[in-house]
């Protein structure tokens, strides 16, 4: 496995642990009923719970883009050593970007959250224009 692969693989982890982070803010502040009913109605969470849960989201969308240019990286066998950098820059963001954005880190949430943008993009770049 390429370690860029390695890292998609966490990131995949990371989420899932944010989202047993999310599920049990959530529940503790909506509280056990709302979180078995049916989500015919939203649950508005607030504080805490409702930025663990929007840094969820961001990291849904973010993962989407990184493992595209991971598997695209993959498939066309163009790993090497800005590759490798840049997916654990990746990763490293967004663990980073957790914590920054449940405790309101400005203006810092917003550069960590571009550096994992960047280090996808560039991902993104090399697996096109790559000559290896």
């Known amino acids: 496995m390429t370690p860029e692969l390695t890292a998609l693989a966490l990131a995949g982890l990371l989420q899932v642990g944010q989202l047993a982070l999310y599920s049990v803010a959530g529940q503790a502040q909506a ?44 498939v066309a066998d163009k790993s090497g050593p800005l ?7 990746y990763l490293a963001a967004r663990v980073l970007y957790i914590p920054a954005y449940v405790f309101g880190w400005v203006p810092w949430r917003s550069l960590i959250w571009l550096v994992g943008l960047a280090a996808t993009t560039i991902l993104l770049v090399t697996a096109l224009t790559w000559q290896g």
């Open 83 to 89: 590759t490798v950098a840049c997916a654990w820059l």
């Open 31 to 74: 509280g056990r009923k709302a979180a078995l009913r049916p989500r015919d109605e939203p649950i508005e969470l607030t504080g805490k719970p409702g930025r663990i849960k929007r840094a969820l989201d961001n990291h849904f969308e973010g993962l989407i883009l990184f493992a595209i240019a991971v598997l695209v990286l993959a």
